[in-house]
T-cell receptor, first 116, second 112 residues
Framework: AQKVTQAQTEISVVEKEDVTLDCVYE???????LFWYKQPPSGELVFLIR??????QNEISGRYSWNFQKSTSSFNFTITASQVVDSAVYFC?????????????FGKGMKLTVNP | NAGVTQTPKFQVLKTGQSMTLQCAQD?????MYWYRQDPGMGLRLIYY???????DKGEVPNGYNVSRLNKREFSLRLESAAPSQTSVYFC???????????FGSGTRLTVV
């Protein structure tokens, strides 16, 4: 069965620090998708990135970067020069096709607090 | 969130009462999902529907029923609410190939 582990439950940093959020996943499938979502205090889920299992290229989007390593089943997320607005809960998730149906499984989330 | 409408946004129930959470989409996606979010637990799948007229259990289906009578709507029913069902409920859609999951804005349910 698919599983997503976010070992860190809560991190607190000071503004401008870099922070890396770890994500380790388990799946038996060769085709799957990995996601990161942000949930700010307002509660909505904000899509950050989707990566398919065949694309191991790292990605950078502004201050955000993602490192996907199939060899270690990890999909880590780094925020460079963190800002107060980055304070949120971040979820890593795995989507897999089981029996013809796509299902998204979430990690338990990691609460990031960025202090001024 | 564009394309997914959840109602109501907030609800307080007494133990034993029933209610239905509604989810409607205008994105013409086949797959729809209901998740619940509890502190420290992430989002857990309650039920999902791969297409109109089909539903399947997720990780935490006990105490819930669902209905997918048409492509647009996927409802979640609590027949006899319990305090353990106090949670934030999210409806989600998915297009093909895990391309993109779209989430509703959530329903905050409190059972007293």
């Amino acid at each position: 069965a698919q599983k997503v582990t976010q070992a860190q439950t809560e991190i607190s940093v000071v503004e401008k620090e870099d922070v890396t959020l770890d994500c380790v996943y388990e799946t038996r499938d060769t085709t799957y998708y990995l996601f990161w979502y942000k949930q700010p205090p307002s509660g909505e889920l904000v899509f950050l990135i989707r990566r398919n299992s065949f694309d191991e290229q790292n990605e950078i989007s502004g201050r955000y970067s993602w490192n996907f390593q199939k060899s270690t089943s990890s999909f880590n997320f780094t925020i460079t020069a963190s800002q107060v607005v980055d304070s949120a809960v971040y979820f890593c998730a795995l989507s897999e096709n089981q029996g013809g149906s796509e299902k998204l499984v979430f990690g338990k989330g990691m609460k990031l607090t960025v202090n001024p | 969130n564009a394309g997914v409408t959840q109602t109501p946004k907030f609800q307080v129930l007494k133990t034993g009462q029933s209610m239905t959470l509604q989810c409607a989409q205008d994105m013409n996606h086949n797959s729809m999902y209901w998740y619940r979010q509890d502190p420290g637990m992430g989002l857990r799948l309650i039920y999902y529907s791969a297409s109109e007229g089909t539903t399947d259990k997720g990780e935490v289906p006990n105490g819930y029923n669902v209905s997918r009578l048409n492509k647009r709507e996927f409802s979640l029913r609590l027949e006899s609410a319990a305090p353990s069902q106090t949670s934030v409920y999210f409806c989600a859609l998915n297009g093909r190939g895990g391309w993109g999951y779209t989430f509703g804005s959530g329903t905050r349910l409190t059972v007293v």
